[in-house]
């Protein structure tokens, strides 16, 4: 058996991070920054006033009530072709720009109308309700730095700047394959033996969230033929993927092709990695396409992504922070367990209590007791012991966007 640690190392060191390409903007949510966004603009471009009102000169209403003569009306989107004077008003809309000689604007709701003539009662002080050029970026400035990953309201403001296209590193092309003579897909009535394939779901799910879209490669027999034919496409011309992730095969079984197969295409490491569950993982290259062997068992083939498979997407996809985020929790019950020289990974429900978190077992922990792990939001990280007790501090890893944001909050 190998240390998790140096399992993790082996698989990031040949995942390397893509190169970076021009994007249309629209089409980059989730994606990372692969260089700085600069502004060419003032936003906003102009003095505008953050209310419908009037705009005035502040000085004239030093003394109120004052009565002020509109001359005229400035929608959003015009551009007044007249100077204020002293003892005049205009008329203005949310997001117009100032006439020449305003200086402040009153808001609708604080003055009087009658025909031509408005009264303010307050004194209103310079700059009043006036949004200023550049008060949220200023030409020349940086927006957003190199690493950043653009989320819904990035987006927003690339569009506010006139940023169509942007330098990211691209989205990856992940294919994922469920192997085993076992698995039926659907609703079929099931056959003496056969179970339904899980882990092709869970995974093209994991991909999504971590944004991207998976290939989904199918459903494969034990046949060394079927296997390789997969592969090979998997791998190569066209239908090429950046990543291909299968699942089942890998561990001493007489059925275990896709060890065969993978040895004869690629460059392959078979790692019995000191952890539980997911302890088989196959990994290395074929055609410089990484390729992740996951062990069958539905949790197992979770965990080893958590653990394995979404660290390396992160470090291709540019992310800076590739782990997961790790905090500390106190256990609200006991979580045993027995010694036997590996790290073990219990599926546990986090929640914050009393400004702190605390954890309890998910349910059962058989690796494939999948429902336990679908109750499950974080993993514990048991290190080879017994376990630990209520009361404890044990390690947690967060599982799911909720937990993050649980954590960041
Ligand atoms: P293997 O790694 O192929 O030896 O499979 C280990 C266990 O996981 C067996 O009980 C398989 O039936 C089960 N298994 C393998 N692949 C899947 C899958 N895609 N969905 C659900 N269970 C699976
Ligand atoms: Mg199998």
Redesign the pocket.
């Known amino acids: 058996m190998i240390p998790l640690e140096q399992a993790q190392e082996y698989v990031l060191q040949q995942c390397a991070t893509g190169s970076p390409k021009r994007r249309s903007s629209r089409s980059s949510l989730g994606l990372v920054l692969a260089e700085e966004v600069l502004t060419a603009e003032d936003v906003p471009p102009f003095d505008n006033t953050a209310m419908d009102g009037f705009a005035i000169r502040s000085e004239d209403t030093l003394e109120t009530p004052k009565t002020l003569e509109i001359v005229g009306t400035i929608a959003a989107g015009s551009t007044p072709n007249f100077t204020l004077h002293s003892g005049q008003a205009a008329r203005i809309m949310t997001g117009a720009p100032l006439p020449v000689g305003a200086d402040s604007v009153v808001m609708v709701e604080l003055t009087r109308v009658e025909g031509n003539y408005v009264t303010i009662e307050k004194v209103i002080p310079e700059g009043n309700h006036i949004r200023r050029a550049g008060e949220d970026l200023q030409a020349g400035q940086v927006v957003f730095k190199k690493g950043g990953v653009l989320t819904p309201t990035h987006l927003g403001v690339l569009a506010s700047i006139g940023c169509t296209q942007v330098s990211i590193f691209p989205p990856l092309k992940v294919g994922v394959v469920?192997?085993?003579d076992?698995?039926v897909e659907g609703e079929v009535p099931l056959q003496p033996g056969q179970?339904?394939?899980?882990?092709?779901h869970s995974l093209l799910a994991l991909l999504n969230d971590l944004g991207l879209e998976g290939v989904d490669l199918g459903?494969i027999p034990d046949e060394e033929e079927a296997i390789e034919e997969v592969f090979r496409s998997a791998c190569s011309g066209e239908s090429r993927c950046d990543v291909v992730i299968s699942?089942?095969?890998?561990?001493m079984?007489d059925f275990?092709f896709v060890k065969v197969v993978l040895d004869r295409l690629g460059d392959m490491r078979w790692m019995q990695v000191a952890i539980k569950p997911a302890k088989?993982l196959a990994f290395g290259l074929v055609e410089n396409v990484p390729v992740f062997g996951l062990?069958?068992?539905?949790v197992?083939?979770i965990v080893s992504f958590e653990l394995f498979v979404r660290p390396a997407l992160r470090k291709m996809m540019g992310h800076t922070d590739i782990w997961s985020s790790k905090i500390k929790a106190v256990a609200e019950s006991p979580i045993s367990r027995r010694p036997d020289e590996k790290t073990h990974f219990a599926r546990v429900k986090v929640s914050l209590a009393d400004g702190g978190y605390k954890v309890q077992s998910a349910g059962g922990q058989g690796s494939?007791q999948l429902s336990a792990m679908a109750e499950a939001n974080a993993l514990a990280v048991l290190p080879d012991g017994n376990g630990v007790e209520s009361g404890d501090v044990v390690e947690i890893i967060l599982l799911h966007q909720l937990t993050r944001d649980l954590n960041a909050s």
């Open positions: 469920s192997t085993g076992e698995l179970i339904r394939d899980s882990n092709r459903l699942s089942g095969g890998v561990s079984g275990d088989p062990p069958g068992n539905p197992s083939s494939h």
